[in-house]
């Protein structure tokens, strides 16, 4: 049947994939909570959540990296060419007690990868119409410390600024 190096090889595929999917499920919360965030405009905790996301991220490079490297040997020992392999030539070679296993991490790796993909879009969307509200508002504050807005006496000449806070007051 299978020998001992080629079951463990996919049993290390099989453990490496489940792996990164967990992460990718954790990204996912994470751009969730970042969303959260982003709507409460809570600058402190959407920072906080930036930079474990980034940490996640990195090990996130590790693992794609071994998995990587992981088919490289699968493909090599299996004699393809160039040392790549699809996920339907590796499939394939699964052991039959494996493939049923193998394919619903795939479905569900590729389900976790969409919600992700339209979380982040909908995040950026955010982000970007907050960033208009925000420059509408500055534009406001801008035209509005242009104009005379204070109360003057009749016949006094104005000594205003162009500042918004006036702290002759």
């Known amino acids: 049947m299978y020998s001992g ?3 463990l090889l996919y049993e290390n595929f099989l453990n490496l994939f489940k792996k990164e999917y967990e ?7 994470m751009a969730e909570r970042k969303q ?11 920072t906080e959540i930036m930079h474990n996301e980034q940490e996640l991220i990195d090990k996130i490079s590790d693992m794609e990296e071994k998995r990587r490297e992981l088919l490289a040997e699968i493909a090599h020992k299996q004699g393809f060419e160039g040392d790549k392999i699809s996920f339907q030539q590796l499939f394939t070679l ?3 007690e494996d493939k049923a296993e193998l394919k619903e991490l795939k ?3 590729l389900e976790v990868l969409s919600d992700l993909q339209t979380t ?4 950026r969307q955010l982000i970007e119409d907050s960033l208009k509200i925000n420059n509408f508002t500055l534009q406001l504050i801008r035209q509005a410390a242009g104009k005379n807005v204070t109360y ?3 016949g006094k000449k104005d000594e205003g600024s162009d ?6 007051a």
């Open 107 to 109: 479905e569900d790796f």
């Open 5 to 7: 190096v080629r079951q």
């Open 23 to 29: 992460l990718y499920c954790q990204l996912q919360d």
């Open 152 to 154: 003057k006496k009749p």
């Open 163 to 168: 500042h918004i806070i006036d702290r002759r």
């Open 120 to 123: 982040n879009e909908s995040n």
């Open 94 to 96: 699964f052991p039959e």
């Open 36 to 46: 959260e965030a982003i709507v409460d405009n809570n600058v402190e905790k959407l």
